[in-house]
């Protein structure tokens, strides 16, 4: 072969080889998901003022925890919380994930509850705890959570990290010694569900907590903290109400003990209920007592899970102004002494038991909650879907009516 022949080869051979070398661009932004959330305006953080703009939406797709970001919330700053919540695979699919960041910035909400460990104990992002690598408890629904965590902050939403606590298959079928009956109690679902008694289940939940603080949530929130809806032996029969109590207060108390000092909040929901009832129902919450350890009360006035009777009212359900009023005004004479914005409940956004609840009804709970002085609001609707068009600046306009009046008389 001719000289000039051998080094046109060569040099072919080395262009090759360092291409070859060169790392693999990013794959371009899926045709479901623009590359990042048109623009909405500003996000209103405070109660019935004037707020800084949000920080400009992201120019791109989820960069990584690697890429720095100024965070627009300080440790611990108050933010009163207009939500919406995601499960793990909402969170993880840029479409979805994507729409609700459009809707959520549009409609002024300013918050994001994301599912990091839920009723299934799967963790929602591969962690790095021994113990959830050991148990299988990871999944891959969401791949990056740090980098979602980043695109809520520089859209100005408030990201809050759910986490399901005592009801854990996964937990149970490894550890049986640390769940209820040996995790031979099943719930309704068919779920099983660990001990609140066991603080080595406390501390795997708040060893779950941190990993979501580090990947840069701003608050805890403990969901499914209490007993089962059942009569078991030696758990929830058979044991007084202040034992039950205590265990779940404890739990608490020892998450908020650990979290505190890494600068986040730490919130708990709890049943509707009780705001009402004068007993525990034999789950272990106390509406005064656990409001008197986290920083925020949830509970989930739902209509729908009101029975007939409640309030005077033959179908709570089909009168959703008058039960969330109510609930919240009952919430408030537990806790004289509460500072309002600790109170933050959860409302309806989904359909149940034959009553279609769109616009109409989920304002009337806003209006509602308003009336009652409380200005925080979480939407629950379990698929993710949420009515549009609902006006939730209702929230700020009823709030200010109403402020000064509502006395917890129902006046």
């Known amino acids: 072969m001719p000289n000039w022949k051998r080094l046109a080869v060569l040099f072919v051979v080395l262009i090759f080889i360092t291409v070859g070398c060169v790392p693999h661009a990013a794959p371009s932004a899926s045709p479901s998901a623009p590359s990042s959330p048109p623009a909405a305006g500003s996000v209103n953080l405070a109660e019935g003022g004037t707020t800084p703009a949000s920080p400009a939406p992201s120019s791109a797709k989820d960069e990584g925890p690697a890429a720095a970001v100024k965070d627009p919330f300080q440790p611990r700053q108050h933010v009163p919380v207009r939500g919406l919540y995601l499960t793990g695979w909402s969170a993880g699919l840029d479409g979805k994930f994507y729409e609700l960041l459009k809707y959520a910035k549009s409609s002024g909400l300013n918050a994001m509850v994301i599912d990091v460990k839920d009723d299934d104990g799967l963790i929602t992002f591969p962690s790095k705890i021994p113990l959830a690598q050991e148990i299988g408890s990871n999944s891959h629904k969401i791949k990056d959570i740090a980098a979602r965590v980043k695109t809520l902050k520089e859209n100005g939403i408030y990201p809050i990290a759910r986490i399901v606590v005592f009801v854990d298959p996964v937990l149970a079928a490894k550890r049986p010694a640390w769940a209820i009956l040996n995790g031979k109690f099943k719930d309704r679902r068919g779920l099983a569900w660990t001990n609140p008694f066991n603080r080595e289940v406390w501390k795997y939940n708040v060893d779950v907590a941190k990993e979501a603080v580090a990947a840069g949530f701003k608050e805890i929130q403990f969901d499914y903290v209490r007993f089962p809806e ?163 600046s209702l929230i700020d306009t009823s709030f200010r009516e109403a402020k000064g009046t509502a006395t917890g008389s129902g006046g």
């Open 230 to 392: 059942k009569n078991i032996p030696g758990v929830t029969e058979g044991v007084g109400k202040e034992k039950r109590v205590e265990a779940i207060a404890g739990f608490l108390r020892y998450a908020r003990q650990e979290l505190e000092p890494l600068g986040v909040f730490v919130s708990a929901d709890v049943f509707g209920l009780t705001t009402t009832v004068v007993d525990d129902m034999k789950i272990g919450q106390d509406y005064a007592t656990v409001a008197g350890i986290v920083d925020y009360i949830c509970p989930m006035v739902y209509p729908s899970h009101y029975n007939p009777g409640l309030f005077g009212l033959k179908n709570p359900n089909a009168n959703p102004y008058e039960t969330v009023y109510q609930s919240m005004l009952n919430a408030r004479k537990k806790t004289p002494d509460l500072p309002l914005e600790k109170h933050r409940p959860w409302i309806q956004d989904f359909s149940l038991y034959g009553i279609h609840y769109g616009r109409a009804e989920v304002e009337a709970q806003i209006r509602a909650l308003a009336k009652a002085g409380i200005h925080q609001f979480i939407l629950w609707d379990p698929s993710n879907r949420y009515t549009r068009g609902v006006d939730y």
